[in-house]
């Protein structure tokens, strides 16, 4: 039997640490896409999915998702997860891992070469709500309105989303989240203290 190289084992350790093996490694597994009921109109409804593609079937991590900083999922290829939420503000953010970690000393500043998508999603109680991440691809019918979202991850109509989340499965078992405050990270506040120092403004 061969040896393992210094290399191969240290890239094993490093992707078996906070990240998620990509699609390279499995295809997603989970049930098959079923709807969810709301467990009441105090909540609302959240289904993130990711259709499969060859490029996301060829990834060695699959990207984490963020709420208010902490880490709640993953998304590899053909995956989607639900999530009910009390009604309140969230910051979302999707992050490539790197080498088993979505964070770097440069994260939040101007060189975050992790973070993938944020914006903030205004969840409003008794909504259901369809978020689509695609790096390359766009939806497969046009939205009559421009959608919320950035980048590859866009809020999309229940229209769309049905054409292709139903090819989907579950990554994830289902997760209520409570509304909670912003928990400010070490990087952020060095770099708007950076920025406050330089007088720049957005930092």
């Known amino acids: 039997m ?5 290399s191969l084992v240290l890239t094993t350790l490093l992707l078996g640490g906070c990240s998620t093996p990509g699609a390279f490694f499995a295809a997603t597994s989970g049930e098959a896409f079923s709807p969810h009921e709301l467990s009441d109109e105090e909540h609302a409804l959240v289904y993130l999915y990711r259709p499969q593609s060859d490029w996301a079937d060829q990834e060695l991590e699959a990207p984490g998702l963020f709420l208010n900083n902490a880490l709640i999922g993953s998304l590899p290829s053909n995956a989607y997860l639900v999530l009910e939420f009390e009604r309140a503000s969230y910051q979302l953010e999707m992050r490539r891992p790197l080498f ?4 770097t000393l440069l994260a939040d500043g101007p060189m975050d070469f992790t973070r993938i998508a944020s914006f903030v999603l205004d969840a409003e109680a008794g909504g259901v709500f369809y978020l689509r991440y695609d790096e390359l691809n766009p939806p497969p ?7 919320q979202g950035d980048g590859p991850l866009q809020l999309v109509s229940e229209q769309v989303a049905q054409l292709e989340i139903v090819h989907t499965r579950q990554v994830q078992p289902f997760e209520r989240i409570a509304a909670s405050g912003e928990s400010e990270r070490m990087q952020r506040s060095f770099w708007r203290s950076v920025g406050k120092a330089l007088g720049l ?3």
Do not use: C
Not at 100 to 103: I, L, P, V
């Open 201 to 203: 403004i957005g930092i």
């Open 100 to 103: 088993g970690s979505h964070w």
């Open 141 to 147: 019918v046009s939205e009559p309105k421009l959608t």
């Open 2 to 6: 061969r040896a393992l190289t210094p």
